[in-house]
Structures are given as C-alpha cells and as structure tokens.
C-alpha cells in the first residue's frame, strides 16, 4: 500500500465548477498534512495547510480527518488558471522528510 | 529576495559519468532537503541536510549517491557512474527550520538525462 494515496484523475471540468479531491495516507503517527501544487512538471508551491478544524483561503478548503486518515481539498469557482497538478503531502513525526502522493491532475476548460 | 536556486538547470551525461547537482537555499534558511521525481512519478525523498550534517538519508540509494552541504557554499548532489534509471527531475527545497518542517521551498530543478 502505497504511503500517501490519491486519485490521478484527470479531472476535466469547466469554468466555474466545483471539484474536489481526495488523499489518504497510511502512517497514522504522521502530524502534519499540506497540499502542494505542481504546474507541468515545474517546482512544487505550498496551496495550503491542512488542519483538523478545516480551513479555507479564498476559493479553496481543506478538511482533515484524523481517525480515517483523510484528507481533501474542494475547490470553488474553478478558474483556467487553477489547471495542475495538486499534490497531497504528508509530514511525519516533524522530521524533514514529506511524502508526497502522485499527484491529481485537474484540467479546468472554458 | 531570491528564491532556492538550483543549476545546471538540465543536465546530460552518459553511462558511467559524474553528476553534480548544486542547490543554493533561501536566505536564512539552513535546512536543505533533496527530492526525485521520475518520469510520471511522484517525488520521493533523498536526503535533509543541515550546515555541515546529513539529519536523514534514509531516501538515498545505497551506492553512487552522495549529498553534502558545507559550512560554506551550495549543497551538492553527486551521482557517480550514472546509469539510465537515474534519469529524473531532481528536486532541492530549503527551510528555516524551528519546526515547520513541512512548509518548504522548492528550487525549479535539475533535469538529468542520462545517455
């Protein structure tokens, strides 16, 4: 089983739509949770933390649940530009070391 | 405020080669870490690096792979005798450590290709 699981996709959708992911991870020592994005194969960016009491910034929210070892983002109002690949990560035991899942690909049309 | 700088930005080499891989982390940050990620795969851990100190190498390959970080100047990658399954996009990311180890900042990448 891999460590940290996700969906490929690729999710196609059109502007405006709502679309959501999904990650779980398999480690349940681990104590830190975050989304990345990847654009075409270029540098991973920080999107967001991920907390238990869920948390938003501006079109997208992310929920963690601890006791099924989840984690999802939700994204509103899909824009052209939030095509990409969205990474699911994963810190154990505050080392140094994130898991990374491979990734779903969203493909927002117009 | 320039961001994790990394070089050669590509990389070609043959069978049985060296490659050096240079990453220069964010100002202030002294905790250093390297990824790889092959083709159509997702990144996978290396190594975390502090001044002077390998803190984690539990991701490198046990032969040819080496990473160091000196007192003074940029945190190097070495492959020897590359093979072609070393043929990647190699990742360097840095942080200012004091906990928050999962926020880090990635460097755009070397691109190895190995002939």
């Known amino acids: 089983r891999k460590e940290v699981e996700q969906d490929p996709g690729p999710f196609n959708v059109p502007e405006g739509a709502t679309v959501a992911f999904n990650c779980t991870y398999s480690?349940?020592?681990?104590?830190?949770f975050f989304w990345y994005r990847q654009d075409c194969r270029k540098e991973p960016k920080l999107l967001m933390s991920?907390?238990?009491s869920g948390n938003e910034d501006g079109r997208f929210t992310a929920q963690l649940n601890r006791a099924s070892q989840y984690i999802s983002l939700l994204i509103r109002d899909s824009k052209l530009s939030d095509s990409a690949t969205y990474l699911c990560?994963?810190?154990?035991?505050?080392?140094?070391?994130?898991?990374f899942g491979q990734g779903t690909t969203l493909q927002v049309k117009p | 405020n320039a961001g994790v700088m990394q070089n050669p930005r590509h990389l070609v080499r043959r069978r049985g080669q060296e490659a050096r891989l240079r990453c220069s982390p964010m100002k202030g940050h002294s905790h250093v870490y390297w990824y790889r990620q092959l083709p159509e795969e997702g990144l996978k851990f290396m190594v975390y690096l502090q001044k002077e100190n390998i803190i984690d190498e539990s991701g490198m390959p046990k032969e040819r792979f080496s990473a160091e970080f000196p007192k003074e100047g940029p945190s190097i990658l070495r492959i020897q005798q590359v093979v072609r399954g070393d043929s990647a996009a190699y990742f360097c990311?840095?942080?200012?450590?004091?906990?928050?180890?999962?926020?880090?900042?990635f460097g755009a990448g070397t691109r190895l290709s190995v002939l």
């Open positions: 990311a840095s942080s200012p450590g004091g906990g928050q180890f999962g926020i880090q900042y």
């Open positions: 480690n349940s020592a681990s104590q830190s």
């Open positions: 990560v994963v810190n154990e035991a505050n080392t140094g070391k994130l898991i």
């Open positions: 991920v907390y238990s």
